[in-house]
């Protein structure tokens, strides 16, 4: 993977932690710098390790289905980028009662459940030329930034934002898999 593609696809992956980040803003009196970076540092380091787990479980499987490994890349991110882009389209959440804080293991299960594609994702590029550290720490790092903009944001940009992201996430995740695949196919019909 390139550059590019290394960034576009780490942005993609924080983009569901970005929108919980906006409604974790916006259930906060007045968010505090010190409260975006501690919940940016908790959700980065969670999202930037599920890769890494993914990765790992793919390459248990890589063996089994290197014929179909571009396939298999491309269906993953597909169907994540589709299912981000439902959601990006779907009705906001009804409004809950604000918490008093953001307890350590609330931010942490929290981000366990948005780093899910991340984890999926991680499993896809074990089939492909990646290096997954380098992937790992880009996903980690973007989703340290969106995540601790979208704290401060949150209380002004309220889930609208949070919603758009989404969908622009998916979208980039649906390019990236549709490239594998084409890289893939042409260099086979060479």
Do not use: C
């Not at 993609?12 to 970005?18: E, I, K, L, N, Y």
């Not at 439902?86 to 299960?109: C, I, M, N, Q, T």
């Not at 979208?150 to 209380?155: A, C, E, I, S, Y």
């Amino acid at each position: 993977m390139n550059l590019a593609a290394t960034a576009s696809l780490a942005f993609a992956m924080s983009t569901d932690a970005f929108a919980a980040a906006v409604g974790k803003g916006a259930a906060l009196q007045r968010p505090q710098l010190r409260e975006a970076l501690r919940t940016g540092l908790i959700f980065g380091v969670i999202e930037g390790l599920t890769p890494l787990l993914g990765w790992a479980l793919g390459q248990a499987a890589a063996p089994y289905v290197q014929a179909w490994d571009h396939w298999i890349a491309f269906v993953l991110l597909a169907a994540l980028g589709l299912r981000m882009i439902r959601e990006g389209l779907s009705a906001p959440d009804a409004v809950e009662e604000k918490p008093s804080s953001h307890s350590f293991l609330r931010l942490a299960v929290t981000s366990v459940a948005t780093s899910i594609d991340a984890l999926i994702v991680g499993a896809g590029l074990a089939f492909v030329d990646a290096d997954i550290l380098v992937v790992s720490a880009a996903i980690g790092f973007a989703t340290f930034l969106m995540v601790t903009l979208g704290v401060m944001l949150g209380r002004g940009l309220g889930a609208l934002a949070g919603k758009r992201a989404e969908l622009a996430g998916g979208v980039v995740l649906i390019v990236i898999g549709s490239t594998i695949l084409y890289q893939h196919l042409s260099a086979a019909a060479v």
